[in-house]
């Protein structure tokens, strides 16, 4: 059964969203801080983490920053009251997979849940791993690896690069890359794209040419190393 940490000081608020989630089927714990959240992770291989960002003892990033250090993989969706800019340029530094403002649909949180869900373990099938020269990408384990060295990808940038490549030549929208990789329709800015894009070229290092910006259009994952 898929597990979920609930994380939030709010009672009710942890308390609606257990509802709704074992209604979707799913199994819940709760910590009502970023500190206990941390505690919980250290013991536990949790599927998805939906976390507040302001919380005593230790806020939601900083309890992010410290459950990545051990569990690199987990989804995390943020709860936010603020929604300002750099609270999400931020959270996406950390590898934060989506954002929630307060208040928020119960159903819109589920659905949203399920998208990241689908996405972290797709159906199986295709080649198990991608190369290109010297870059590989292992589906299965859910790694890139450059010149045999690990790359440390969050796991929306992960998301973002496999479905670059598994379209490789093709012209991608904005809309098309957003939907796709956020799982909804996305009505936010077009930023939020931009913002991966940048830190996923910056792990990339050499490889970071091998994704190509079209003015006006989106992107596109060249099979050969462009040199623009």
Known sequence: MTKILIVDDEEKIREMIRKYAAFEGFETEEAADGLEAVEHCERTNYDLIVMDIMMPNLDGFSAVREIRKTRPGIPVIMLSALGEEYDRIHGFDLGVDDYVVKPFSSKELMMRIHAILKRVNPSSGGEDVFRMNEMEIDFSARTVSIRGERINLSPKEYELLVYLV?????????????????????????????????LLRKNLGDYSSYIVTLRGVGYRFEKEKSQI
């Open 166 to 198: 598994k379209n490789a030549g093709i012209a991608l929208t904005r809309e098309q890359i957003l939907r796709t990789v956020w799982g909804y329709d996305f009505f936010g800015d077009d930023r939020t794209l931009d913002t991966h894009i940048k």
